[in-house]
């Protein structure tokens, strides 16, 4: 029994190493992800200014809509990449619950692990102390038979 909760404590382990690792990559992405977001607010903002005092020294109406449309897409990134933070935020909460559950599910393993060697040491333990008394029963009988030892 023993061999076989060692068998899913190691895949525990590994599985539980393998949801670490796609939760690091999924972090990293989240962070690239926060970086570009944090761009494209920063770059939207920027062509929004300049729209305006470019609106204040005097433009066409076609250059009017093609900035206005120009920061129109900008805008839609930006709503796309947040709605991909959201994504990457619950996938990491996803990842991070399954990872917790496996290294539970672990900790079950090396517990049953734990508590079969401590029933295998307690029966030798009474083993041992079996064989001590009957050692100290055989001791006293031959010294009350008044053999030598």
Known sequence: MSNVLQILIEQASEKADNLARNMASTQQKLAQGHDKLNMLQTYRDECEGGMHSKASVGMTGQQLRNQLAFVGKIAEA??????EIEFLNT???????QWQDTLAEQRKYEALVEREKLKQMKLENKRDQKMN???????????TAGEPT
């Open 91 to 97: 996938t990491l909460a996803h990842q991070r619950t």
């Open 78 to 83: 930006v709503a796309q990449q947040t709605r």
């Open 133 to 143: 008394d009957e050692f100290a029963a055989r001791i006293y009988r031959v010294q």
